[in-house]
């Protein structure tokens, strides 16, 4: 640890700090897309802020702030190195944070042990009763469904994206037109969308990202009308990734069948739970089709 206070300035992520952050999150544990960051600078330029020794030119810490839209906000990605902790950097990235987001309904996910900071020092007063529950592991895919009788399967594109883009306004009660068309258009993830054979109408869609812990890929987000049409989805959209190892899914523990899935058919662990706090009321979304949630530091459905 440095003897003295750090020479270290705040100012807001580029593009060639993605490394950097990529590599200090993963370093606290903290799973995400390897490019989520640079689409989420997309939508919200400011939304992600860093320090930076001035005298090294390392990133040493980083918090997000993302504007959702006029009248909501989510923080999340939050991590300081080790060796420059305690030094007040932290306090210094999060007021930055605050003011980027300010006047909007604040939402943030907090382990147990920080609801009470949150809620008393920061104001995040209410706390629905659901809980987020992250798992990770070796997936048992000979388990998932392969196909859907009901279904047909299609890589998102130009031209079924606006329909993607009407289901998941549907799920989340939000217009994410950038989100997913930036989300798709990044190298190292793959869109498929599930297509009721007879009506023509969306079923469920997912986007699944290579994560910052190598091996990794996540489904960020995998919604769907049932569980049956989220494991189709789930297998064949993995297919397209060589080398990886392990799954990582965020599930509400509202959507029984969801973390049915990720514990009991998967095989993954267990590895946090997390309590969902805003600053002036719930954002509710259609959770029971919610399988997977969007990245979490940015979005709270």
């Known amino acids: 640890m440095p003897s003295e206070i750090p020479n ?12 950097d952050i990529l590599a200090l999150c ?56 080790p060796r420059y902790r305690r030094f007040g950097i932290g306090n210094l990235l999060w007021s930055r944070c605050i003011a980027h987001c300010s006047n909007r309904n604040c939402g943030i ?26 798992y990770c592991g070796y997936p048992h895919l000979f388990m998932l469904n392969k196909y859907h009788e009901d279904c047909d399967f299609e890589w998102i594109n130009v031209y079924n994206l606006p329909d993607v883009i009407a289901y998941d306004e549907q799920v989340c009660g939000f217009n994410r ?48 009308t049932s ?30 069948e969801a973390t049915t899935l990720a514990s009991q058919k998967l095989g993954l662990e267990n590895i946090k739970t997390l309590n969902i706090m805003f600053t002036e009321y719930d954002i509710q979304a259609n959770f029971g089709n919610i399988i997977c949630n969007s990245p979490s530091q940015f979005y709270p459905f």
Request: a neutral charge.
């Open 26 to 81: 993963h370093d606290a544990f903290m799973y995400l897309g390897d490019q989520v960051n640079v689409t989420m600078m997309k939508i919200d330029h400011n939304c992600l802020h860093v320090a930076e020794d001035i005298d090294s030119g390392k990133v040493i810490g980083v918090c997000s702030g993302f504007n959702i839209n006029t009248k909501c906000a989510t923080f999340g990605e939050y991590s300081i190195a």
């Open 109 to 134: 996910l907090a382990s147990p042990k920080n609801v009470f900071k949150y809620r008393e020092k920061s104001g995040f007063c209410v706390i629905p009763s659901r809980k987020l529950v992250q």
């Open 227 to 256: 569980v049956e049409i989220a494991e189709a989805l789930m297998y064949n959209a993995l297919q397209k990734f060589a080398g990886f190892d392990k799954v990582f899914m965020e599930c509400w523990d509202i959507n029984k």
């Open 177 to 224: 037109t950038q989100f997913i068309q930036y989300s798709i258009g990044e190298s190292s993830s793959v869109g498929m969308m599930a297509r009721d054979i007879h009506s023509g109408k969306v079923m469920g869609y997912g986007i699944f990202r290579r994560s910052n812990q190598f091996s990794t890929i996540i489904p960020q987000p995998l919604y769907a």
């Open 8 to 19: 270290c300035i705040i100012r807001a992520m580029n593009l060639y700090d993605n490394d």
